[in-house]
């Protein structure tokens, strides 16, 4: 994470005063192979394992850095810290400077406390009280992490030396968000414009590959490691989910159906797999009144629109959805360790980072049919809507027809393959 640190937030805001601090040889190595400077501070044992959240190694990791921030500050640096699952949506350093000038600390604030992995210290003696006394507790109990730590022991500066010039301070909750704030609280699902935000941390969500995962949906991902984004020979597969089922076990079963089925298509297929979006339950719309005037559907109008439109004009109530992202249905660390580099993020084709000479390159959108006497315009769940796709015709228990349709795809030389969708086609 550390590389797209850079990427995403020092290169493009012209961020050049940074140091990257390093828990192993192998972290600074790997930042020097980028040209990137770092110094290496400590030795841990799993400095080069992935720690879950709030487990011991995640917890012992952590605390290294209250002893890094000690250092800085004896030193008499004023710090900038941040966590390496942070994004700059653009420079905070000159509003950081005029904020932090008459305090000894200012922090993120998350959720309810301050945010130990964003957080700007001066080398003032209130702030080395803050530091010495949450090392104190941190080597006292093992199992107390450094930002419970820290904020005791704000709490404790605060109540013995306010009346003395003590200031800790919450950073503009607007401006600077932990993942609580900006994507939950905020209901960002995917990428979108924040005016006022300048500082997004990522955190609130369990695994490094769940957090890298909402990072690529978000755009904020920018390491291009095996040209992840720019390699113009592989070939990709997309497909989507226009069906609003009735009911979320429904919709979850043919969602997941239907990527089983992009998998293996793309397997198949040697492509991989751009996701789709999937649909997630939403709170139930209320019925409007039975005397609300009815308005005239047309070809633009979604099937979600129509459906509540149908519903609420006769004063049901119906399920309403909301889009949501792959980890919203499985554990993306799950699902990596069988999947990881077959598929890509809902977003990719979106990122400025694809070359046009791969998204601009689909095919037609094709439409598999199980057996000859369906007419999939008839059935209500799969309108197609004004681009018709083509039909892709195999016979239920045929394998000359499977492989007959696999031969055809695999002639195709488009580098982005699409489906208008995949259910019951696995």
Avoid at 37 to 46: I, M, N, T
Wanted: hydrophobic share 35%; glycine share 4%.
């Amino acid at each position: 994470m550390a590389i797209n640190l850079y990427e995403s937030s020092f290169r493009p805001n012209g961020i050049e005063h940074f140091l990257f601090v390093g828990t192993g040889s192998k972290a600074c190595q790997t930042l020097y192979g980028h040209s990137l400077p770092c110094f290496y501070y400590a030795d841990d044992r799993d400095s080069d394992v992935a720690s879950v959240y709030g487990s011991p190694e995640f917890i012992r990791k952590m605390n290294i850095r209250t002893e890094m921030i000690l250092d800085a500050l004896d030193a008499g640096f004023t710090v900038l810290h941040t966590d390496l699952d942070v994004v700059f949506l653009r420079d905070p350093v000159p509003d950081l400077k005029a904020v932090v000038r008459g305090a000894d600390l200012a922090a993120l604030r998350d959720n309810s406390a301050f945010n130990a992995g964003f957080i700007v210290v001066r080398p003032t003696a209130f702030a080395k009280m803050v530091y010495e006394r949450t090392k104190a507790t941190t080597l006292l109990n093992e199992k107390v992490d450094d930002q419970n730590a820290l904020n005791a022991a704000v709490r404790h500066v605060e109540k013995y030396h306010r009346k003395h010039g003590f200031k800790a301070i919450t950073l503009d909750t607007h401006k600077y968000l932990c993942g609580k704030s900006y994507f939950e609280d905020g209901k960002r699902a995917f990428a979108s414009v924040c005016p006022n935000c300048t500082v997004v941390h990522n955190n609130w969500i369990v695994s490094r590959e769940a957090k890298v995962y909402r990072f690529r949906e978000h755009l904020m991902w920018r390491y291009d490691k095996t040209q992840y984004y720019t390699n113009v020979t592989q070939r990709y597969l997309v497909y989507d989910n226009p069906v609003i089922w009735d009911d979320e076990e429904t919709s979850v079963r043919e969602e997941l159906e239907a990527l089983r089925a992009a998998l293996a298509y793309g397997h198949l297929l040697d492509r991989v797999v751009i996701l789709p979006r999937f649909h997630c339950a939403d709170e139930f719309l209320s019925p409007l009144p039975q005397k609300t005037k009815k308005t005239t559907t047309t070809k633009t109008r979604s099937r979600r629109d129509s459906k509540i439109e149908e519903a609420t004009t006769k004063g049901h109530s119906v399920r309403a959805t909301r889009d949501c992202p792959l980890n919203s249905l499985l554990r993306i660390d799950s699902f990596d360790a069988q999947f990881d580099g077959r598929y890509r993020e809902s977003s990719f084709l979106s990122n400025p980072m694809v070359p046009d000479i791969v998204r601009l390159d689909q095919s037609a959108p094709y439409f598999i049919l199980e057996d000859s006497g369906t007419d999939p315009t008839n059935d209500e769940n799969l309108l197609l809507g004004d681009d018709y796709p083509f039909f892709l015709r195999i016979y239920r228990n045929s394998s000359s027809s499977t492989d007959n349709m696999l031969s055809f795809l695999s002639s195709r030389s488009e580098r982005v393959l699409r489906f208008h969708s995949l259910y019951r086609t696995s």
